[in-house]
């Protein structure tokens, strides 16, 4: 079946730590993106991708890191420059950028500093 | 101001009432609008596209009020399992950014 994959499902992160969260898809999706949520907020954007090997900055893409080496992946890095990671990071994919049909979320990626 | 802001509830229902609630947005050159819908610690999930002339599936009902720039979404002889966070998301340029709402909490009880 066809979808979203998000690894690991929770990451303990130490202060001054790089960590890097996977997401995988094989939907043949054009456009990805990386989202975090914080509780009582809605989703904030933080990188997105329309085609491999590009990816524009979002609304809070300070601290973060992404690449797009290829159509299936998007791992997005979480650098200790971002000051508060504590969050629930979710991947996405839509068939094409603008695309009417809403976003496939992956189960997502639980980070907490320790 | 938020460019999709939302009652975050909670609204408790009776199960088998009906519930209604709606979502304000602010860029009036939103194209399109979706419900998501997300449980508890879990990933948002796709509810309904929302259209112009309103659309149906089954118990929910969705209503866009581009006048008064406003979403609404109707859920009829509600579920326990219908208890969840209801997104309310707009589509604001070409490329495809999706402004989401904090959420209106349903919670449904016997």
């Known amino acids: 079946d066809g979808g979203i994959t998000q690894s690991p499902k929770y990451l303990f992160r130490k202060e001054g730590q790089n960590v890097t969260l996977s997401c995988e898809q094989n939907?043949?999706?054009?456009?990805m993106y990386w989202y975090r949520q914080d509780p009582g907020q809605g989703l904030r954007l933080i990188y997105y991708?329309?085609?491999?090997?590009?990816?524009q900055k979002g609304d809070i893409a300070e601290g973060y890191s992404v690449s797009r080496e290829k159509k299936e992946s998007f791992p997005l890095t979480v650098t200790s420059a971002q000051k508060n990671p504590t969050a629930f990071y979710l991947c996405a994919s839509s068939i094409s950028p603008g695309a009417n049909y809403g976003y496939t979320f992956g189960s997502g990626t639980r980070l907490t500093v320790v | 101001r938020k460019e999709v802001e939302q009652d975050p509830g909670p609204f408790n229902v009776p199960e088998g009432a009906t519930v209604a609630f709606n979502c304000t947005y602010s860029n009036s050159a939103s194209q399109s609008f979706f419900w998501y819908r997300q449980d508890c610690r879990k990933e948002p999930k796709l509810l309904m596209s929302v259209y112009s002339s309103g659309n149906e599936d089954g118990r929910f009902t969705a209503q866009l009020n581009r006048a008064s720039q406003y979403i609404s979404l109707l859920i009829r002889d509600s579920k326990l399992s219908d208890s969840a966070t209801y997104l309310c998301?707009?589509?604001?340029?070409?490329?495809?950014?999706?402004?989401f709402g904090a959420g209106t909490q349903v919670v449904v009880t016997p």
């Open positions: 998301v707009g589509l604001t340029d070409s490329w495809g950014k999706l402004q």
């Open positions: 991708s329309q085609i491999v090997n590009d990816f």
């Open positions: 939907l043949n999706h054009d456009a």
